[in-house]
């Protein structure tokens, strides 16, 4: 059974830094792209980065130069370093997985809440 855990999430202020973890199971995780996507109030779910199984990275543009997606293969977890915060990233953040050649994968975690805010 897939699983995936978030965690790091909290209330910041506009400029400020999170890191978010995303601990999985349940998946070989060292061969799959792994993903971070967010979901803001009445919006869609949007992919915000990903990592390949060989460290190659993919950002959104709103996200650019701002975040930075890393991976540890030994502890199964993904994370997100996010800096230079501001109020349109709050939103739940979620991570997930793909097979290369395949679609992410339809089980979702809880997510963890980003609150950018004075």
């Known amino acids: 059974q897939v699983q995936f855990v978030e965690s790091g999430g909290g209330l910041v202020q506009p400029g400020g830094s999170l890191k978010l973890s995303c601990a999985a199971s349940?998946?070989?995780?060292?061969?799959?792209?792994m993903g971070w996507y967010r979901q803001a109030p009445g919006k869609q779910r949007e992919l915000v980065a990903y990592?390949?199984?060989?460290?190659?990275?993919n950002y959104a543009e709103p996200v650019k130069g701002r975040f930075t997606i890393s991976r540890d293969n030994a502890k199964n977890t993904v994370y997100l370093q996010m800096n230079s915060l501001t109020p349109e990233d709050t939103a739940v953040y979620y991570c997930?997985?793909?097979?290369?050649?395949?679609?992410?994968?339809?089980?979702w975690g809880q997510g963890t809440q980003v609150t950018v805010s004075s």
């Open positions: 997930n997985a793909k097979f290369p050649t395949s679609t992410w994968l339809g089980d």
């Open positions: 349940g998946i070989i995780f060292n061969i799959y792209t």
């Open positions: 990592i390949t199984k060989n460290g190659s990275r």
